[in-house]
């Protein structure tokens, strides 16, 4: 008898909607059917039954084709390689869970790692912001409960979290909120007119680049000074109409993404967004929040947290000492400069994602990927090393945007004799203490 | 498991009340016991101070605020930030460390034990997954249940049966210790972006005031038979003036019982003092009322208070007091974090700079001082910084040195730049009270482990208890004069005993111990309503699932479970 799972969180996006059911075969080997997931979300279980799936470590051989290993030889030569490496790069996490990520910075900072992880090319320029300026926020529920202003700028839901305006920001019904998306006044900021836009109360199209300004602008009218005719292709007029309706919200919550993190001005366009959140409390409750993309990435920057105090770009390689500094440890920078030796990819495709240049450099490199699918990243390994998925054939512990942990479940068993990455990343641990106590480093 | 003598020290127990007496204390099996066997090893104590493990009653040391804290202050890692030879990790920051640095230094001090003073209850598993990480020292979270609506409603109601419900359904889901009260109803209405400044203050929409949560919340925890008592952080934090705010909350305790099969005697824990101690009414004409409000905690014997001594440093303030973080924004226009929790609670980081320079600074420093000077009862009054917020808890060993020493203090409170208008503002100057060695043991030891209920078997040395011992290099009879001396002895245990094992040698940590974590799970009668009301708004309101809300036993893989059983209340 097939049987259903409840309570199901999605291992896709920064949303971490807790709410999926699955239909799960009798022998508990395949997820039959998905239900509450968004089409990505479903997707990311339904790869779970992919045919020609990777089962066992693949290691390249000198006609460039993979042969299949055990699992004990591939640790082997990851151990070795990071034993023999002085300043490895450790990039990736955003997928796994937080338990494995804390094994992995023990070996971090055993070997010499840099720990590194998604926010470097995603939401790393608002985490400067933070360091910088700090962060008024709020949860999501609270968002549900009591928003009545909501700005999406320079981020597009509709497409990147897709069920993140039915369950938290325009749609649900909430405590104080019982009219839903009629209570609410929708705002959209971007370049283009987005499939959130389509949602909007009001839109706002801003010159591309122009995020900056607009958001002084923003500052500016809600302080009562005056303003150009046009600001980023915006009219005054209606800067200072929607700056009026912000104030007479009783609570409004910004959330921004790619569109201010990477345009123009990158850091500073958050910085001045969070500045005007907090100028905003001066006359009503205004809280901003990062729409956080890529799954655990959050929870990585957590752990780091705890563990050393910074949140991504974490340089173990002094052994004695934590550094973290944007453009010299985060991990482009570090690749485009040829600064490392080796590359461990764990839980993140950095081949689909970073500069050509980057990846150049790191081919050169020997490299291990940790993955469960086959990737751009795997395709210029040495070594992929396929593992469960975290959320579908194990748990662990995940955050959400908000930084809400919530502890994922397990839906159906990994293809037999499949490591997760903790299993993994502790017996790696293992070799490499025995590799060092032989006198490896 | 090894056996110890540890011979001829200078012994500090209120528990048995050895006031320095030469005594011989043998461990075996984790446990102090009347007799080791011939094997034992023997520890020669001989001119060293030998008390129990010190308890930290209030600090805030793990999960999400605290974590925030570090994210966004690498600055504090420029400070004392990296790994010591030996068999230690990585240690990072100064006013918030890592995790790591934070279960070393506890231990290097001689602390066996810590309370995180504020968990967020949706927040939990981010609060145990720190504490898993956190080595060598016991830990418990008290989650905040001031600002919670299932409390609001049913203390409106006077339901206290279902307040009671509730309660222990949270601390079973959260892992948690106890029930903490931050700025009650204050920070509900801060998610409107206003306060509650008195204890009558309604609270938006909820139509219940301070008092009555407080009063409700007491009535819960005694209904309960809980360990610990109502924790409390009280409304108007850090205003000028706010001493008669602190009165009128700690007279809400006058007349209330403690009800508990763990020797707790009091039913209100007042915590962080210094900050609700306050005079004036505007910062030129601040001042003490330290002594004011101890008079009256001098002579209510079911309260207990911890000082938060300010320690005059650069450090990260954090509490579930969001418009208290807002309001200290607005004063030095540092950094601030907020962050507002649904259905529960909310959190501000801000961080501060505590300067001698600066008259205020140098009063909050006084009156923390003073507090503890004026306590009657060392039982009753617990040293603690508050950490991070009046000052790291690594700077106690300096703390210790003010309270001990009256030449000490009086070489600091004389050299600040304002000394003549501190000194008029304050009673400080006038007390020659210096803490005793004995004190300090009921202040940091027996004391706290009696209001936390673990008076059984943590806080002192007598045959029976746990095996956590602190011993110290210093000859009580050749007590140290100079401040550093003071601070040396006290910040580099000789030995730290934690469960029977040395995890600290000559200041160094040489074990990780057996880290347990702290909570109660408190049995009450099936209750359908509560059931129903959890269910609604689960489904309602909350933006996780009831079945994804729990705490799972994997993050407190070594866990002391301590059972109370309310089915009969």
């Known amino acids: ?414 293809p037999e004799g499949m490591l997760t990455d903790e299993e993994l990343l502790t017996r790696i641990n293992k070799r490499v203490d025995e590799l060092m106590a032989a006198g490896g480093a | 498991m090894s056996e110890y003598i540890i011979k001829n020290g200078h012994v500090f127990d209120p528990v048995q009340g050895l006031k320095g007496d030469k005594a011989d204390i043998s461990v075996k099996d984790g446990k102090i016991v009347d007799k080791a066997g011939s094997g034992a090893k023997v520890i020669d104590a001989k001119g060293k101070t030998v008390m129990a493990g010190a308890l930290e009653v209030h600090a805030h040391v793990a999960g999400p605020k605290v974590n925030a804290g570090r994210w966004y202050r690498p600055e504090d890692k420029h400070f004392d930030s990296h790994k010591k030879p030996g068999i230690t990790r990585i240690e990072g920051g100064k006013s918030i460390p890592t995790v790591f640095k934070t279960g070393y230094e506890y231990a290097r001090m001689g602390f066996t034990f810590a309370m995180e003073a504020a968990m967020p209850p949706l927040y939990a598993r981010h609060v145990h997954e720190e504490i898993h990480d956190t080595p060598i020292i016991d830990e418990a979270a008290l989650p905040v249940f001031g600002n919670n609506w299932f409390v609001f409603e049913y203390l409106k109601n006077k339901e206290i049966e279902n307040a009671a ?163 200290l924004h607005g004063l030095n226009h540092l950094k601030w974090i907020n962050v507002d929790v649904e259905l529960e609670t909310a959190a501000g980081v801000v961080p501060y700079i505590y300067d001698p320079n600066i008259k205020v600074c140098a009063i909050q420093w006084c009156i923390g001082l003073e507090l503890a000077l004026y306590a009657k009862d060392p039982m009753r009054c617990f040293i603690t910084t508050d950490h991070p917020n009046a000052g790291p808890f690594t700077r106690y060993p300096r703390v210790y040195s003010w309270l001990m020493s009256k030449k000490v203090r009086d070489e600091r409170l004389n050299t600040f730049k304002n000394a003549d208008k501190v000194i008029s503002a304050t009673n400080l100057a006038e007390l020659d009270r210096e803490i005793t060695l004995y004190e300090l043991a009921a202040m940091t030891r027996a004391g706290p482990a009696k209001a936390l209920g673990l008076s059984k078997d943590y806080g002192g040395l007598k045959p029976g208890m746990n095996a956590d011992i602190a011993i110290y290099d210093i000859n009580p009879d050749k007590f140290p004069s100079s401040g550093p001396e003071i601070e040396k002895a006290f910040g580099n245990a000789a030995y730290l005993f934690k469960d029977g094992k040395i995890c600290v040698q000559d200041g160094k940590i040489v074990d990780f111990g057996n880290k347990h974590t702290f909570w109660v799970d408190a049995k009450v009668k099936e209750n359908k309503l509560v059931v129903r009301d959890i269910r609604e708004k689960f489904l309602r309101y909350y933006s996780v699932n009831e079945a994804n809300y729990p705490v799972p036993e994997s993050y407190a893989p070594h866990q002391h479970i301590i059972t109370v059983d309310a089915t009969q209340a």
């Not at chain 1, 700028?153 to 104080?176: Q, T």
């Not at chain 2, 903490?180 to 920070?187: A, F, L």
């Not at chain 2, 005694?222 to 008669?244: A, D, F, R």
Request: charge should be negative; aromatic fraction near 8%; include cysteine.
């Open chain 1, 1 to 414: 008898m097939p049987k259903v799972v409840t309570d199901i969180i999605c291992p896709f996006c920064g949303t971490l909607c807790d709410d999926i059911e699955c239909t799960v075969s009798d022998d508990n080997k395949t997820i039959l059917s998905v239900k509450n997931a968004c089409a990505i979300g479903a997707e990311k279980f339904n790869h779970q039954k992919l045919p020609g799936r990777v089962t066992r470590p693949r290691m390249r051989q000198a006609d460039g084709s993979f042969k299949e290993v055990s699992y004990d030889e591939a640790i082997d030569w990851t151990a070795k390689m990071l034993v023999a490496s002085k300043k490895t790069l450790m990039y990736g996490w955003a997928s796994t869970s937080c338990q494995a990520m804390s094994i992995g910075h023990e070996i971090a900072e055993k070997v010499g790692g840099i720990v590194d992880n998604c926010a470097t090319v995603c939401h790393g320029s608002s985490l400067i912001a933070i360091e910088d300026v700090g962060v008024p926020s709020c949860t999501l529920g609270e968002v549900k409960n009591r928003a009545d202003r909501v700005i999406f700028w320079g981020c597009n839901p509709a497409h990147a979290h897709p069920r993140h305006m039915s369950r938290y920001s325009i749609f649900p019904r909430g405590f104080f909120t019982v009219k839903g998306h009629k209570g609410r006044k929708i705002y959209v900021v971007d370049c283009r007119y987005t499939d959130t836009a389509k949602c909007a109360d009001t839109f706002i199209q801003v010159q591309q680049g122009y995020d900056y300004e607009l958001l002084n602008a923003f500052r500016t009218a809600a302080r009562g000074e005056s303003l150009p005719d046009t600001v980023g292709g915006v009219p005054k007029e209606k800067i200072y109409e929607v700056v009026a309706e912000l104030k007479e919200g009783r609570f409004g919550i910004i959330f921004f993404g790619m569109g201010l993190t990477h345009t123009m001005g990158r850091n500073h366009n958050i910085d001045i967004a969070i500045n005007l959140t907090r100028d905003m409390n001066d006359f009503t409750k205004f809280s901003i929040m990062a729409m956080r993309g890529h799954w655990n990435v959050t929870g990585s920057g957590q752990v780091l947290g705890w563990q050393y105090g910074f949140p991504y770009a974490v340089d173990l390689s002094r052994r004695d000492q934590a550094r973290h500094q944007t453009g010299e440890t985060t991990s482009v920078d570090l690749l485009v400069r040829n600064e490392v030796e080796a590359c461990f990819y764990i839980a993140t495709d950095p081949g689909a994602h970073f500069p050509v240049d980057a990846m150049i450099s790191s081919s050169k490199k020997p490299t291990v990927t940790v993955d469960p699918h086959i990737n751009c990243t795997t395709e210029i390994s040495d070594i992929h090393i396929p593992v469960a998925m975290v959320g579908v054939e194990t748990g662990g512990c995940a955050y959400r945007m908000d930084n809400v942990p919530i502890e994922t479940r397990k839906v159906v068993d990994a």
């Open chain 2, 165 to 327: 419900a509730y309660i222990s359904w949270v601390m079973r889901q959260t892992k948690g210790y106890g029930i903490k009260v931050v700025n009650p109803g204050g920070t509900e209405a801060w998610a409107w972006g206003l306060n509650c400044l008195t204890i009558n203050d309604p609270v938006p929409y909820f139509d219940i005031t301070p008092a009555e949560i407080m009063n409700g919340l007491m009535a819960a925890n005694e209904y309960l038979g809980l360990p610990h008592s109502m924790h409390v952080h009280q409304n108007s934090l850090g205003n000028p003036g706010n001493y008669e705010v602190t009165l009128d909350t700690l007279k809400l305790a006058e007349g209330v019982k403690p009800k508990n099969n763990f020797g707790r005697e009091q039913v209100m824990h007042s915590t962080h003092l210094q900050f609700h101690s306050y005079g004036g009414d505007n910062w030129g004409n601040f001042e003490s009322k330290a002594k004011e409000v101890m008079d009256y905690v001098n002579k209510q014997d079911n309260i207990t208070i911890d000082t938060g001594n300010v320690t005059l440093d650069e450090t990260t303030t954090m509490t579930a007091d969001g418009p208290f973080e807002h309001h």
